[in-house]
């Protein structure tokens, strides 16, 4: 059930959202993103719809992530037209692309397969998991998955709607750690890095690592950081920031700091490290925040994680502007 809200208020999510006086900081904007995303309906599509004029590439792909998890057709078109636009940013066309993957209109395959040879790699890479995705929504198995998330005595571990379900067996109503023997988190980290499979059925086993979560689980993702795929690497970083296991700093540490990496690595592992929040993080943040060779991308991705550090630190108990629960913290 989504929280009620004023029209005054919804103005003043929208003013502090779209900077409308000009000094609103970053991170306050992200926070004012969480609270429209929760209010999941047709008022808070259409303010977030209206931030694509912005300069921001990080708020932007922020924007197409929070229209893809509130999971309503009428965010297609606006979705559509930023992954067509050929000169917006590819993170935020690939945020595009991801989002309309997690809507799962049939329609959108067609729109999907004309990127399956875009320029930008990690734009055609989402595409093609994005149609498998809605594929696999369509399949037995997709709809009796929706049905036990529908299910209200089913308690996710995760709310957010993954690019990929994990692999079968692993779906709903995950296994504890202790029930998952060493053998299991080898063939699945196996799957993971097979280059021989598909990205959807990597990106399978990378959700159910995740849903698993142990320091042997996390140990087995973080070996998908050599791989060469961007988008690839920036998931496994993303799945980082929901496990929040301190087992993963150093590797997302490394990324941070390794300036010849992609900046959509560099970008999700800031994140992850600033919902962590563990001491040693914050160093990193701060000079990542501050160095004059950080790409903007790099370096707003650490505004907002220091914003989440501070936060997770705070003992506040809610991170959006009034009305989010602290599972938004989440950031794409
Ligand atoms: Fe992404
Ligand atoms: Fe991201």
Known sequence: MSPSISAAQLQALQDSL??????VPLHDRFRSLFTLKSLKNEDAIKIISKGFQDPSALLKHELAYCL????NTSALPVLESVLRNPSEDPMVRHEAAEAMGAISASHSIPILKEYLSDPDRSVRETCEIAIAKIEWDKTEEGAKNDETLKNETHIPLYTSIDPAPATSGLLAGAPRPGDVSQTDIDELRDQLLDKKRSLFERYRAMFALRNIGSPAAVDALAAGFSDDSALFKHEIAFVFGQLLSPHSVPCLVQILQNGSESDMVRHEAAE????????EVLPHLKEWVEREDAPVVVRESCQVALDM??????????YANGLETPEAITVA
């Open 272 to 279: 992850a490290l600033g919902g962590i929040a563990t001491p």
């Open 68 to 71: 893809g998890q509130i999971k």
């Open 18 to 23: 779209l900077n409308s006086s000009g000094n």
């Open 309 to 318: 550090w501070e936060y997770e630190n705070s003992g506040d108990f809610q």
